[in-house]
């Protein structure tokens, strides 16, 4: 399964005391495909950076390259279109970018400036990561 992360995410499970083991358990063994672009990494670094330190985002992309050397379940996309579905924030558009133009079957978040797209027409399914880890 294709599956974009939201940074809120993302973070959380390279926390210490993540809630939601069973996703980054499901990422390291291979149980789904990661969908990012260069502007969903670079928001992945500057937060993980200012949450916690540059040290720990080293840690965390080179174990994200390393899962991908394994798995090849990084899949880099390039959004050339701005599909503009969230109005409220429209910073949250690279994410539905990455997950259109990746053919993503999920998007993983707790925002709710996504349910916009619940009536966008493209089919993706918005989804918690409480809801995720039950399908990882």
Same mark, same amino acid.
């Given at each position: 399964?294709?599956?974009? !992360?939201?940074?809120?995410?993302? @973070?959380?499970?390279?926390?210490?005391?993540? &809630?939601?083991?069973?996703? !980054?358990?499901?990422?390291?063994?291979?149980?789904?495909?990661?969908?990012?672009?260069? =502007?969903? !990494?670079?928001?992945? =670094? =500057?937060?993980?950076?200012?949450?916690?330190?540059?040290?720990?985002?080293?840690?965390?992309?080179?174990?994200?390259?390393?899962?991908?050397?394994?798995?090849?379940?990084?899949?880099?996309? @390039? &959004?050339?279109?701005?599909?503009?579905?969230?109005?409220?924030?429209?910073?949250?558009?690279?994410?539905?970018?990455? @997950?259109?133009?990746?053919?993503?079957?999920?998007?993983?978040?707790?925002?709710?400036?996504?349910? =916009?797209? !619940?009536?966008?027409?493209?089919?993706?399914?918005?989804?918690?990561?409480?809801?995720?880890?039950?399908?990882?």
């Amino acid at each position: 399964m294709r599956v974009c !992360l939201d940074t809120n995410v993302f @973070a959380q499970l390279f926390s210490p005391h993540s &809630p939601f083991p069973q996703i !980054l358990d499901g990422f390291i063994h291979g149980r789904f495909e990661l969908l990012v672009s260069t =502007e969903i !990494l670079l928001e992945y =670094e =500057e937060v993980v950076v200012r949450e916690f330190s540059p040290q720990r985002w080293n840690r965390i992309w080179t174990l994200v390259q390393r899962i991908d050397t394994h798995h090849k379940t990084v899949i880099q996309v @390039a &959004p050339h279109f701005r599909f503009q579905v969230i109005s409220v924030d429209p910073d949250d558009n690279k994410f539905v970018d990455c @997950a259109i133009t990746g053919g993503a079957e999920l998007l993983v978040t707790s925002d709710r400036h996504f349910s =916009e797209v !619940l009536n966008s027409g493209y089919a993706i399914r918005i989804v918690s990561p409480v809801d995720f880890a039950l399908l990882v």
